[in-house]
């Protein structure tokens, strides 16, 4: 099994398409399916980033050994796919907003 197979049976057992994928990560659906069909390689970064969203290491990636699918216990839904997607693409003012706001909530509700 190639980098290509792994990255696709990681995807698929995290039960992500690849549209939720572009969502979180801003991958194209197009670079991540040469990915997945070992037409290109991702760089370091990029393979860091799928490894984490996926629950599985680099090395297991990389190199077939370790299979570790249940690493994370992080589950994260379509919605909150949608959500990040959103976020990624807002202005950087736009983004501190918001850190401001979820940072008073969590503040507030620390106090009770």
Do not use: C, H
Not at 49 to 60: E, I, K, P, Q, S
Not at 84 to 100: D, H, S, T, V
């Amino acid at each position: 099994m190639r980098l290509g197979d792994r990255l696709r049976q990681a995807r698929e057992s995290a039960r992500l398409s690849q549209v939720q994928v572009k969502g979180y990560t801003g991958i194209n659906n197009k670079t991540l399916s040469n990915y997945e069909k070992n037409v290109s390689s991702p760089d370091p970064y990029t393979l860091k980033t799928l490894a984490d969203l996926y629950g599985v290491t680099t090395d297991w990636l990389i190199s077939g050994e370790q299979p570790d699918f249940q690493k994370s216990t992080l589950v994260i839904s379509s919605e909150d796919l949608r959500l990040l997607g959103i976020f990624k693409n807002l202005p950087i003012e736009k983004k501190q907003a918001i850190e401001i706001l979820l940072s008073d909530t969590e503040d507030s509700t620390k106090k009770k």
